[in-house]
């Protein structure tokens, strides 16, 4: 059927339902953004075993861009790494949480952050401590070690 214009005495609901749906879709679209935090307690806070945590990460989150905040705590250039490959590169080591009922060797969750080779392990390393933000595509899950990779990162 084609539109009919509305008559003057009906009220028109066009611009109510115009805005509605933009204004009803942006918690939503907030809730489903990975973070650090998130994807680090679907894994480790749960009653998955080692061998399903790396079947769900495989599932949900292998490919997946993401955003987090934590604790940098190390920094290094690679030449070669067995996650990412040859180098030459700068990988970050970032502490993002902590299990409330971590199974063995899971009492801390790390997140390991490939960056470009420009990036200067010696200048991250003065900010060892510090809170930082990081993003990337996540691509594995060492689920004995508590680790989760990214690559192509970005830290601020």
Do not use: W
């Not at 084609?2 to 109510?16: L, R």
């Not at 399903?52 to 070669?80: C, P, R, W």
């Amino acid at each position: 059927k084609a539109n009919k214009p509305a008559k003057a005495s009906e009220p028109n609901p066009e611009p109510a339902d115009d805005s509605e749906p933009e204004f009803a879709a942006a918690p939503e679209s907030e809730e489903t953004i990975p973070t650090l935090s998130r994807v680090s307690r679907d894994l480790f806070d749960s009653v998955r075993n080692h061998f399903q945590i790396t079947q769900h990460f495989d599932a949900e989150y292998h490919g997946v861009s993401m955003i987090g905040e934590g604790k940098l705590v190390k920094a290094e250039a690679f030449s070669n790494d067995r996650t990412f490959g040859r180098g030459p590169g700068t990988l970050a080591e970032v502490e993002i949480g902590h299990p409330e009922e971590p199974l063995p060797g899971h009492h801390t969750i790390r997140a390991v952050l490939q960056l470009p080779e420009e990036t200067s392990p010696r200048q991250l390393r003065e900010h060892i401590g510090d809170t930082v933000t990081i993003s990337g595509t996540l691509i594995r899950c060492d689920a004995f070690e508590g680790r989760i990779f990214l690559e192509t990162g970005e830290l601020a």
